[in-house]
């Protein structure tokens, strides 16, 4: 129950993390897009809205097809392990039997242990150690869809004000400094919960919203000077 758990929670974190990350590197990246095709805010800011709405909706999408897959999956799992139990009850009891095995405990306590949990609940016993399935608690769509859609929205609201408030002038510079920031923090949380190297996932990061930036950036100053 408790693994099953960690994997939904997990789920959702990844899903707002990914959201997060995407909505403000590809928000920032209209923005300045257009700051450098355009003096004009309203523009700035129509584009930038409507990538934004478009965004969240994608991303949410694309998160919910991607989890129903793999609920679908465990699933099928969950009802072909049935289907074995069912007609090879035997045979399902020695792999349980060879899974405590390689997981270290000798032959004989091996089989006492795959017995006792058989016999409280044979699908459970199955499942966790087979599948790492808990049939109860599978991964829901839907917890990330909600997450992935108002994490891009929350980081795409981001650049969307820093720009709107910022003067003229500096719009852009400051609109990288604050991406920067956030893209910073981004990466630190992601490596967090990943337990991983935190530097290298805030390089990858903080890099690659830049590089997005200054490439659409130099592609609005190309467009706003030839006046296409």
């Known amino acids: 129950m408790e693994s099953s758990y960690i ?56 998160e919910y097809i991607s989890v129903s897959s793999q609920r679908d999956t465990e699933k099928a799992l969950i009802e072909k392990e049935r289907l074995q139990l069912q007609n090879n009850p035997e045979q399902e009891l020695e792999e349980l039997v060879l899974i405590y095995e390689n997981e270290g405990l000798s032959k004989e306590t091996a089989r006492i242990v795959a017995k006792e949990l058989t016999e409280h609940d044979v699908h459970a016993a199955h499942f966790h150690a087979e599948l790492g399935i808990n049939p109860n608690n599978l991964t829901n769509p839907w917890h990330a869809f909600y997450a992935s859609a108002v994490a891009f929205l929350i980081g795409g609201t981001i650049p969307l004000i820093t720009i709107s408030i910022s003067p003229e002038s500096i719009r852009v510079p400051i609109t990288f400094v604050t991406v920067f920031f956030v893209l910073t923090m981004i990466g630190f949380l992601s490596a967090e919960a990943g337990e991983a190297k935190k530097v290298n996932a805030i390089i990858r990061v903080v890099i690659g919203g830049l590089l997005a930036m200054l490439i659409t950036f130099g592609i609005g100053e190309i467009f706003g000077v030839v006046g296409i």
């Not at 974190?13 to 928000?27: C, H, K, P, Q």
């Not at 897009?33 to 523009?43: D, E, F, I, R, Y």
């Open 7 to 62: 994997g939904q929670k997990l789920n959702w974190l990844r899903a707002a993390v990914l959201g997060g990350n995407d909505g403000i590197v590809s928000i920032s990246a209209v923005v300045v897009g257009m700051a450098g095709a355009t003096n004009s805010l309203k523009l700035i800011l129509t584009a930038s809205v409507a990538s934004l709405i478009a965004g969240a909706l994608s991303m949410a999408v694309g």
